[in-house]
């Protein structure tokens, strides 16, 4: 157990919809980052925040948003959803935003588009 | 930008014996951290390894080992008395050490399936 948790676990939508996948960071860390996991294109970095704020994007749609609250959970909002958004998304949490520090991984949500 | 490449989708290895899992990376930067996660069939992701590039010492973990040869962005591990339990996927990532930008995101490879034979 990473400490990171996720839910829901798994959830099915169909296209069109709008979903809310949830994260809480290990306790005291501060940074959460959002990967998604596809047979397409493998194993891809979305976004990173640190206390609160966006530090850097990565392949990110638009139609895709998250923030980070104030005691430190992240959301990650998926729009308009396509059969190709059907993916697993992990979470992942590091004590700082630097980087340098190891970033430890979520169980994921397993997101299925019909 | 930085790229990682694992060219073995899959492996087969007998149980106690030792496979070696190939990674090679792409970049400008002279300064930067290599890992390898597994990733089982229960997906959690596990970190197995990790590398600093200024470091020439290769890394270790009990049965788990790297070769990492800087000049030809190689970043193989080796995984000894291979066990049941070993069997999972294994992703090669790089990450950047400069401050700033993207620099904390993890760059995974393809993966390469490790399958261990009893």
């Known amino acids: 157990d990473s400490g990171v948790t996720q839910t829901p676990k798994h959830l099915i939508t169909a296209t069109g919809q709008r979903v809310t996948l949830r994260c809480s960071p290990r306790?005291?860390?501060?940074?959460v980052y959002w990967y998604q996991q596809s047979l397409d294109q493998g194993l891809q970095f979305l976004i990173q925040?640190?206390?609160?704020?966006?530090?850097a994007k990565g392949n990110i749609l638009e139609r895709f948003s998250a923030q980070q609250f104030p005691d430190l959970h992240s959301e990650l909002n998926l729009s308009s959803l396509e059969l190709g958004d059907s993916a697993l998304y992990f979470c992942?949490?590091?004590?700082?935003?630097?980087?340098?520090?190891?970033?430890?991984f979520g169980p994921g949500t397993r997101l299925t588009v019909l | 930008a930085q790229t990682v490449t694992q060219s073995q989708p899959e492996m087969s290895v007998q149980e106690a014996e030792t496979v070696t899992l190939s990674c090679t990376y792409d970049t400008s930067e002279s300064d930067y951290y290599l890992f390898w996660y597994k990733q089982p069939p229960s997906r959690q992701m596990i970190l197995v390894i990790r590398q600093e590039a200024y470091k020439q010492q290769n890394a270790t973990e009990n049965r788990f080992s790297v070769n990492f040869q800087k000049a030809a962005k190689s970043f193989s591990l080796k995984i000894s008395d291979s066990q049941l339990g070993d069997a999972a996927m294994y992703f090669c990532?790089?990450?950047?050490?400069?401050?700033?930008?993207?620099?904390?995101?993890?760059?995974f490879g393809k993966g390469t399936k490790l399958s261990v034979k009893p």
């Open positions: 925040y640190y206390n609160g704020e966006e530090r």
């Open positions: 992942a949490s590091s004590v700082d935003g630097t980087g340098l520090d190891e970033q430890f």
């Open positions: 306790s005291g860390d501060l940074s």
């Open positions: 990532a790089y990450r950047s050490a400069k401050y700033g930008g993207s620099q904390g995101n993890l760059i």
